[in-house]
């Protein structure tokens, strides 16, 4: 329960309702009682503000609140934003400290910090490092990685032998960091395996869904820089590099050895071909697959990929296609008869 | 070992045949023998019947058996569903009962039913519930989850805290239900994590594959409504909603707060974008993407989707739109000689 | 350490160069020092062979070394496999060998090799026979599974019943062999399961990633043949058969009783539509859907697939559709002029 003044200065927002409300959590506009928090950043749901029984509703400052004056709004530049603040006042995150499971199976040369977390049935190898980070039960930890400060591992992730982990990193249950890379040489029919022995580097602030899988280098390093964010069931082939604070949409991949740049988002379900790279601020959506390098920033989309807008428009005249086989053929009976005069 | 004329009322069959015939298991028309009651669903694999040793075959009322009189034949209304019915008669599902794994972790908060089977290494968190379930070795349950009666969870699943979980639920390996969703909030470049406090409910009846991914909501609850069925490697995001009896084939992906309606079907890696709404009824066919609410019921294709019919017209001319250029550029220099007249 | 000599023998190659270097380990040509061996396969990267530090360099035959006589090169006939080769010198597999951990939960009835290595929290059901193959820790293996000699199956795996695994077979983490096929029939608007009983073959020297499903059959049973090479989160469904030495890349999907032949390549997110044969030596390009069989080997692309030559084609001519519908209207208005003549 904090008062809706003080919390309202939490999230920098601007107050103009009632003050002496109490707010106890934060709800969404459908589900609020008197005492929660809402919010709207989804035009979407705008229907809901007149019948919501929320304390507060948190809106844009662009949102007209004149017709709706008898609320309680509080103002923010990014209602999103505000929204957040007011979950992470309510919510703390799940970083459990200081115990260390007898169920565990933990090598007598691992140096985990006193103040580590580490679950039932986890299993600890030769010369790991973990500093203050939970390790939920489960979890699979080979020889030599290091996990810093601040992370979460949530339970059933599988982390293979030589890897690097930062700061305030949290993976996500299913999840496999350092599976092998898909890496044959052909010979007379065959396929011989080609060993794969570099390493995964997950940087600061990264976040990795569930069952997503990042192979490990074949030499050097598979990359993810600091602050980017990945969602469920990707994949992230050998010696790929993503960029600083990228975002990875759910189900897309990525071959081997491209290089992703800064402040990328890749929809969901994109696929990017191997050996490519991507220019910083490049948007791919929804579904589209890479081919070639992206040189400049921009939105791309198609399969293969070109400018958004033309594949807007391009798109929009797939369903008429057979139509304009017609055309064409209403058009050359014609020019046929003007010829025959 | 049973009388085949008892087997065919269980199925609820016409059987045409000889009546002296024991059965012991269900196979394909290949692979049966004498005693083994077979089928024929896909007419692919009439050729199988002439040559099959099964001692009666499964058929449609729509087959012509005249050209087979020699075989013993159960004619059903639906030869797959006799099938079904024969299988569930020779092979009882795996839910096990009346054991707790003494090298299971169980909170002494837990309630869990007399009846339930706990296998070894499995993990169960505080004030879960559990009732005459079968939760198999390597399964993780978090904080406050509920399960009914009668589920199976496989091995290595993840059930993350606050899931609801209805009667009659099969989980398959590797699936991680209530990870976190995908959200955050842009702020001068770097994304902060929204909490992710919401739950999952799972109703009576839904079956999830291996290696799915089910998020928890932002708020609220993303949930799986009665009799619907989730195919491997499938993406649900949070906050959706799946309605009842849907099908959802294998890689498909539901992005945030969409909600599928009753009665539809996402093919394989099919992509659906966020909130938005899809009619009951709805089939979308593979690899299609979905980008706008579908408000009538119908079959959908393409990236982004249009009306089936028209797709495979349309995609049938892709190949030729090389052919359709040359077309063209003939038809003005047609036109120009046309012009200089 | 080993003298260049002898590990230019080792990997079949001709040495161009000063023979008196010991060699210690494969790098890359940006991070080699003058004590590894490295290599060239990729035109890609030329440029570094002239600044890399590497004691000596594999490079292809058609490679011309004439502009940097001064550095060591091995001649190999393919780069690539020389490489290979080096590596597997220098790093052995994973192959553990003669334990059986105290903390696994291993059946009475379970035949297992003294040599075999059983990790910990690692569960063996009845009846499993395991041979001379390393068995990670956190892996769960079904009732009257089989697995041969020299296979490494990492932690976090599910190998259900009745599966058969031959040797050499490598399967990564998050990975489930013999999950339930994806089969129900509609009755009155409802779905029943049909009972899975079948099971899943891997046959010898198949590889398989991280988090990829493979379904077992309905009845009989889901092939995947000698030397075939699974990438991650792939979806296999049931009762498909993967012919010898293919290559399924990431995130592909085939759908139930596919035949694919042998020497197959699918590249990343294909999909195969169900029943299907798919010919010998065919590639399916990446992102590229199947419908129909394919007969004929060759490459083929889009969706559906058709010639990859003409894909290329016509996939180039769409980002010029709207203008071609201009055209088309302007040859109309002319035509209309000419008409009135």
Known sequence: MIGVQELVQIINGQYLGKSDIDIDGVASLNRADEHKISFLSNKKYTKYISTTRAGCIIVDQAFDISAYNYKNFVVCKDAYLGFALALSYFYKNQLKSNFKSHK????????????????????????????????????????????????????????????????????????????????????????????????????????????????????????????????????????????????????CGISGSTKIGNNVILAGQVGIAGHLKIADNTIITAKSGVGTNIKKSGIYSGIPVYDHAKWLKSSATMPRLPELYRKIQELENRIKELEKK
Chains 1, 2, 3 share one sequence.
């Open 104 to 251: 565990a199976s933990i090598d007598k040369t691992a140096q985990i910090s006193e103040e580590a977390y580490i679950g039932d049935f986890t299993y600890i190898a030769e010369n790991v490092k973990i500093g203050h980070s939970s390790i939920m039960p489960m979890v699979y930890i080979g020889e030599n990685t290091i996990i810093k400060d601040n992370c979460i591992i949530y339970p059933n992730v599988t982390i293979r032998e030589n890897v690097e982990i930062g700061n305030n990193v949290i993976i996500h249950s299913g999840s496999v960091i350092g599976s092998d890379g898909f890496g044959y040489v052909n010979n007379n029919g065959k396929h011989y395996k080609i060993p794969q022995v570099g390493k995964v580097i997950i940087e600061d602030d990264v976040e990795i869904g569930s069952n997503t899988s990042i192979d490990r280098a074949t030499l050097d390093e598979t990359i993810i820089k600091k602050g980017s964010k990945i969602d469920n069931l990707v994949q992230i082939a050998h010696n790929v590099e993503i960029g600083e604070n990228s975002i990875l949409v759910s189900q």
